[in-house]
């Protein structure tokens, strides 16, 4: 039976972010989406929610307890359950893969904001079966990039059909996210393709029978290539190479699925080792799988870095989804359960309320509320980014936005999968026991979520980015670009009369100036150990500032309305000035004193 879409995202929410606060209607004026307008973005959101609701979250639970299952007869294979694929063959029906691809490769081009809304309601039905669709989009988007055209015929054509599958191929047993470690190896070859050889690990959806075949893009080394990162090239590997004219697949390369591994959460997504080169298959008689270089040698992470920064805000977008339903069903949870009485009447011949009458239940939903609603907002403020990096009519505009969207990248990706992971645990806790069982939802949400912190780089490495290269890059002109686009809000809010809005305009101005001073500070300090030593600390407060001021602007978008979304978002605001940005002062202060505590604990202590 289908969860009903109300359960999975509201679409209230959707279109008063979509249209009162970000205005996605204005964009049809620019060439790229003139063929679009607001009621054919509203078509796509209702087609999405229809989709979710019937083809995707029917079978989330049986991807949890029917997961993959490596099968070592017949050489090796992935067996899934069947209602995966018809699944996917329907968002691939939509034309979907290719949102916002250009028209002339079978692309919608819609604007990337309105493909961040679609992506949620995946997201929220069925995050696992959704994974297949998020990695094979996110391979085309690079490989139009940055491929040739032959390669864009050959490879991407079939993957924006759903014909064709795609993976990322980065990780090795031995480096993890070291990538400066990476030891698969390239060899060049006369008819100018290269054979390699090497295994990576943790490869999502790198082996299944999904679709007619499996595009790897693969990071390598050439010998003879530059040392560490510098010396990384990136490869089109297939599973099946091309057949011929006709782009069908033909003999199998030689990528071999070495097994499955098995995860807390996210089960329904197969999570693979890949050996490449290991002698199962010799395609033309020769030892090593298959590879097409993909632009200039050496430039591999370079390019990657196309595919990883989408998937990284695509993370964002898993994990804010995934706190917005476990929201929403905790809420029907809470109005719909009687347990207890009011503290102010105890008599036991009076009836029992729902819990969501009582005020700790209340305190759990409104933080969900803010961290989902939060965490949403920002994803799709980020595809306008996108958008505006892409389209703006002038180029200061569209220089403006890349600052902002690298600066907001890894916080778009870790603050999500950080705070709606926390309201995934508070959702378990508004159901009590019940929460704790799989026969509800809210468990699964938990363990599925639970991986978005640690998948497309970690938390900690996210927090090195931001701090050692994001916010200082370009003498910290991204820095200054987040600076000014907090600043301008907050002198919005102080104009506009209102006094609520007012006062967090203050608080949010305070917290601002602090953390651009510490920032800064912690810029100037020449110790590299001890600068980023607590950045973690740094990104979790940079990240409560950015989304102080995403309620502060749906605080503004929605003015005076006097109904349920427009008084839900003053308290939810509300909630996060109050019980949410007062957590920065102190993290703030403890940046600021260059805190030694680890980097002078010595190991053997622990």
Aim: proline content about 4%; glycine content about 12%.
């Amino acid at each position: 039976m289908a969860t009903p879409s109300s359960l999975l995202l509201s679409r209230a929410d959707l279109d008063f972010l979509l249209h009162d606060w970000l205005d996605a209607g204005s964009l049809t004026s620019r060439e790229r989406f003139t063929e679009h307008s607001r009621e054919t973005f509203d078509a796509v959101l209702d087609v999405c929610a229809e989709i979710a609701a019937e083809r995707f979250a029917p079978h989330n639970k049986r991807n949890d307890i029917e997961e993959p299952r490596f099968d070592p007869t017949g050489g090796g294979r992935v067996v899934l359950h069947d209602e995966v694929r018809p699944a996917l063959d329907a968002l691939a029906g939509t034309g979907l893969l290719a949102a916002t691809a250009d028209a002339s490769v079978g692309g919608l081009q819609l604007p990337h904001v309105v493909r961040s809304a679609c992506v949620a309601w995946f997201a929220a039905a069925n995050i696992a079966t959704w994974g297949y669709a998020f990695l094979t989009a996110a391979n085309a988007n690079l490989l139009l990039a940055h491929g040739s055209d032959a390669q864009i015929d050959t490879w991407v054509r079939p993957m924006l059909e759903g014909r064709f599958h795609g993976t990322m191929c980065l990780s090795e047993t031995q480096a993890g996210s070291s990538l400066a470690d990476v030891s698969t190896r390239a060899e060049p070859q006369d008819d100018g393709t290269y054979r390699l050889t090497g295994t990576k690990m943790w490869i999502s959806a790198g082996d299944h029978e999904l679709g007619e075949n499996i595009v790897h893009l693969v990071l390598a080394k050439i010998p003879g290539g530059p040392a560490g990162v510098k010396g990384i090239s990136l490869f089109v590997v297939p599973k099946f190479l091309a057949g011929g004219a006709d782009g069908n697949p033909g003999e199998h390369n030689d990528v071999v699925l070495a097994g499955l591994n098995h995860k807390m959460g996210y089960r329904g997504t197969t999570n693979t080792v890949l050996n490449l080169g290991e002698g199962r298959h010799t395609p033309g008689g020769a030892a090593g799988a298959v590879g097409y270089l993909v632009g200039e040698p050496h430039r591999g992470l370079t390019y990657m870095f196309h595919m990883m920064n989408e998937a990284r805000i695509g993370v964002g977008a898993g994990a804010a989804a995934l706190g917005y339903t476990a929201y929403l069903k905790s809420l029907d949870y809470a109005r719909t359960r009687p347990q207890g009485r009011p503290v102010t009447g105890r008599d036991p011949g009076q009836p029992q309320v729902p819990i969501v009458e009582h005020a700790d239940v209340r305190r759990m939903l409104l933080a969900q509320k803010s961290y989902a609603e939060g965490a949403l907002a920002l994803v799709l403020y980020c595809g306008r980014l996108l958008d505006e990096q892409e389209t703006a009519p002038e180029q200061a505009g569209r220089d403006r936005a890349g600052l902002l969207l690298d600066v907001l990248t890894p916080i778009a990706k870790s603050w999500p999968s950080q705070w709606c992971l926390a309201g995934n645990d508070l959702a378990i806790q508004v159901l009590g026991g019940y929460g704790y069982t799989r026969e509800y939802d809210v468990e699964q949400h938990y363990r599925d979520n639970r991986l978005n912190p640690i998948h497309e780089g970690t938390h900690g490495i996210q927090a090195i980015d931001l701090l050692g290269r994001r916010t200082a890059a370009a003498g910290g002109a991204g820095l200054d670009a987040l600076d000014g686009l907090l600043a301008a809000t907050i002198a919005r809010a102080r104009a506009g009369g209102d006094e609520e809005a007012g006062r967090y305009a203050d608080q949010l101005d305070a917290a601002r100036a602090r953390l651009m001073e510490v920032t800064r500070a912690l810029h100037a300090e020449p110790d590299a150990t001890v600068r980023l030593a607590n950045a973690s600390i740094h990104l979790e407060a940079a990240g409560h500032v950015v989304l102080a001021w995403i309620w502060l602007e749906q605080l503004l978008a929605a003015g005076g309305r006097d109904d349920d979304l427009g008084n839900g978002k003053r308290a939810a605001a509300r909630y996060f000035f109050h019980y949410e940005l007062p957590r920065t002062g102190p993290q703030l202060d403890l940046l600021a004193a260059l805190d030694r505590t680890t980097t002078d604990l010595d190991p053997s202590w622990l």
